[in-house]
């Protein structure tokens, strides 16, 4: 299931709004939705008994305004639990994990590097 667990409003310079925000997965614009949303509250263009219908309704699509992506951010982005190797295709790690053997060439008289 895709949660939401933190949103976070703040204005950092006269002219710069920043929205934050952590969850699990996002639905596809998701975040441009939530962003228009808290600007059309910022601007008055939308009451907070509004914002907060439309954010609490099971309607996919609820939120009709989408920011245009100029101007939004992606900062960071964490993954808790997450194996790096897991996310290298599994052909490259299965290359990755084989081992190097030393073999004796018996006709030759020498040593084979396999791997």
């Not at 002219?15 to 962003?35: F, S």
Request: aromatic content about 6%; glycine content about 6%.
């Amino acid at each position: 299931m895709r949660s939401l667990y933190r949103t976070q409003v703040w204005r950092q310079d006269s002219d710069e709004v920043l929205l934050e925000l952590e969850g699990n997965a996002y639905l596809h614009q998701q975040v441009r939705r939530i962003a228009a949303a808290v600007l059309h509250v910022g601007l008055g263009k939308t009451t907070i008994d509004e914002f907060t219908a439309v954010a609490d309704s099971k309607i996919h699509g609820a939120a009709a305004l989408v920011l245009p992506a100029k101007g939004l951010t992606l900062r960071r982005v964490e993954y808790k639990e997450f194996s790096p190797m897991s996310a290298v295709p599994r052909v490259a790690r299965a290359e990755a994990a084989r081992p190097e053997v030393a073999l004796i060439d018996e006709a030759n008289q020498s040593e084979v590097t396999v791997g």
